[in-house]
């Protein structure tokens, strides 16, 4: 029989044909990565899931209060230790109702009342979150996923056990909380034996050794239960007024009977894991949905720009690809400018392209069969008379992690562990000048790193460019750390000052040298159709080499970037970034993880507060939550180097190529 467990009827909720799509892996393509190991290490699931055991039971390993085993065993198991006497606490419970199959994170039985805990590694902050929207008329959208979750857990758990008064709590991570303790992540250790990821517990471990302030919160989630079964209609594309109970039946039926039931596309198909680019032996979902809604045809969806191309920047809440796609408009081609227009006018002077002209100047590309790239080089060459030389360029690699790694931090409070820097002086000479890297267990490295980035930048008054608003937001965010801290730090007011000259925040106008941000000068000043609307620079940098000649020539060839050559790295030997066939320098470095591409890495989907994730931070967590070999550490090491340093050396060609267009 096939189980509709939770991750299925969450996928059910997300787009009801998925679930025709999912578990077929050798039929249709999915690019989604759930590699567990490398999820865990992302976003600290597994972590919170161990810690989560003791704040319930005293000690939770030794005696055993996890059911280790599956299907109908795990089922008899549940049933044995819900029928022993007093107090219950049993983790990976086992129910099934009909088709419909769970696995409960943490189930408490006392008396004879039950209560069911999903522990996620998402946190709350108990000034700003709430599940229920201001008039509770529906689940707000961050929290509607977690809650028709444990609604779906306690609806199946209910008919199991033919009990109506089952409790139900999301267990979460609370931001208000401040770790007691140093070195916690050391306390859940993860190994990762084939295909399967443990978390080991520190031998011995008790609830008395975590200390006495809990980090995770426990919260009701009954009320909010009650009306999605009973009053909230379902947020579903099966149809309008669809409540809960019929769209579990429904969704329970289609994946039992591997029925396709086709919904409407809209802008969840610009996410969708079945989206097959790359593997001809392979089916694509995405596809099949496409062709029986639209008038497209496989030549059209494989070599035309789709509409969900568009650029969303400047669009606050509003989603232009989901307003085309429901206008019946799938082509860039197709699409005229009152289609991406503002809804009211803007009273915003842009210094460049408005946002409406950035659309244009994609969708007047495709119209116009232009490949060639938009740049304004007069107001480009305009803005860069004042910048003062050395220029530098720096990149930041961070961390956050729901378990804190040190005494005093939050739970996903940053944690600044590498950077690097490189220069272009008057003449051009270009040069990897430092770099940081604070890889040891239990060792905070904020304020260390902050000196070190003084260091490296305090040598003259040239301007500083960054790739975005991480770097800025990151310095940010130690400048509060300095403040708050009641360590005695003797530069403290020097490191401060030096963040405020560099960085600006609200309230706080920019410093002297306050950082140039190299991803607003290419949404004000260049467009490139090879990019699709993406302004990532892992996609900015092979659209810029794509047609810059004098990038492919000058770094097309060995005997230029290297140790002691023109360009001196602090880590490459003698690199070629661009060679035959392959425009992407990211793609000519070795991957961090070797049994990873480094793209299914920088890929996994983890929390809001890690949309800054990638390689970089899920090696950093791998070093802390694992015991790993010198070996390996030096692996990393040099893996995370070479990485960091193209980050910077990016911003590098990026400015090189346009200076080259300016002459032009």
């Known amino acids: 029989m096939r189980y509709l467990t939770k991750s299925r009827f969450k996928q059910g909720l997300e787009c009801p044909t998925k679930l025709f799509y999912t578990n077929k892996k050798d039929e249709y393509a999915n690019t989604s990565n759930e590699d567990s190991f490398l999820q865990s290490l992302a976003e600290g ?112 758990v209910s008919n199991a056990l033919k009990k109506e008064d089952i409790k139900a709590y999301l267990t979460l991570v609370d931001k208000s909380k401040t770790a007691e303790l140093d070195g916690m992540n050391q306390f859940f250790m993860i190994d990762k034996t084939g295909d399967r990821t443990t978390v080991r517990v520190k031998e011995g471990l008790r609830r008395s050794h975590l200390g006495e302030v809990k980090l995770l919160i426990n919260k009701n989630v009954n009320d909010e239960c009650w009306k999605i079964e009973h009053d909230f209609p379902v947020p579903t594309d099966l149809g309008e007024g669809i409540m809960f109970t019929e769209f579990i039946q429904r969704c329970s039926y289609m994946y039992e009977n591997d029925i396709k039931t086709q919904v409407h596309i809209g802008k969840k198909c610009k996410d969708c894991q079945f989206h097959n680019k790359n593997n001809p032996e392979l089916k694509s979902g995405f596809n099949e949905c496409w062709l029986s809604q639209t008038n497209l045809t496989e030549r059209q969806l494989k070599e035309e720009n789709l509409s969900m191309e568009i650029w969303g920047g400047g669009g606050g809440s509003r989603s232009f690809s989901g307003e085309l796609i429901e206008k019946g408009i799938y082509l860039l081609k197709d699409i005229n400018e009152e289609d991406v227009a503002p809804l009211s006018p803007s009273l915003k002077v842009y210094n460049g392209l408005s946002p409406l002209q950035r659309r244009m100047e994609q969708i007047n590309r495709v119209k116009e069969g232009v490949s060639e790239s938009y740049f304004d080089s007069e107001a480009f060459e305009e803005k860069s008379k004042e910048w003062v030389y050395p220029l530098h360029m720096i990149d930041f690699e961070t961390s956050a992690v729901a378990l804190p790694f040190f005494k005093g931090m939050k739970p996903y409070e940053t944690i600044a562990f590498q950077f690097s820097h490189h220069t272009i002086d008057e003449d051009w000479n270009i040069k990897h000048e430092n770099q940081y890297l604070c890889f040891e267990k239990n060792t905070f490295p904020n304020f260390n790193f902050v000196r070190a980035l003084k260091e490296a930048l305090s040598k003259d008054k040239g301007t500083i460019f960054r790739y975005h608003n991480h770097e800025n937001t990151t310095l940010n965010k130690i400048r509060e750390q300095l403040l708050a801290s009641t360590e005695s730090i003797p530069d403290k007011e020097e490191l401060i000052c030096f963040i405020e000259e560099i960085t600006h925040d609200k309230g706080r106008n920019g410093g002297d040298r306050d950082m140039v941000d190299l991803f607003k000068l290419v949404t004000s000043y260049y467009y490139s159709p090879y990019a699709k609307g993406s302004n990532s620079i892992k996609v900015i940098l092979p659209a810029i080499i794509s047609e810059s000649k004098f990038l492919q020539d000058k770094y097309g060839k060995l005997g230029v970037y290297g140790k002691g050559l023109e360009i001196n790295s602090l880590n490459c030997i003698d690199h070629q970034w661009i060679k035959s066939g392959q425009i992407d320098p990211y793609k000519s470095l070795d991957p961090v993880f070797p049994e990873y591409d480094h793209d299914e890495v920088e890929k996994i989907k983890g929390l809001e507060e890690l949309n800054d994730g990638g390689a970089a931070l899920t090696a950093y967590n791998f070093l802390q939550y694992s015991n790993i070999t010198d070996k390996q550490r030096e692996k990393l090491q040099e893996a995370l180097y070479k990485y960091c340093e193209l980050d910077t050396m990016a911003m590098v060609m990026i400015i090189e190529a346009w200076r080259e267009m300016i002459k032009a």
């Open 45 to 156: 699931g597994f972590q919170v899931g161990e810690l989560a055991k003791f704040y319930f039971h005293d000690n939770p390993i030794e005696e055993s209060i996890t059911i280790e085993s599956s299907g109908e065993e795990a089922l008899i198991e549940t049933k044995e230790r819900l029928s022993q006497k007093g107090r219950v606490v049993i983790a990976e419970a086992a129910f099934k109702f009909n088709n419909l199959f769970v696995r409960i994170d943490i189930l408490v039985k006392e008396d004879n009342q039950i209560s069911i805990y999903e522990v996620k590694a998402k946190s709350w902050d108990v000034d700003e979150d709430s599940f229920f929207d201001k008039n509770k008329t529906k689940i707000t959208s961050p929290w509607m996923p977690y809650v028709y979750d444990v609604a779906f857990q306690k609806y199946v």
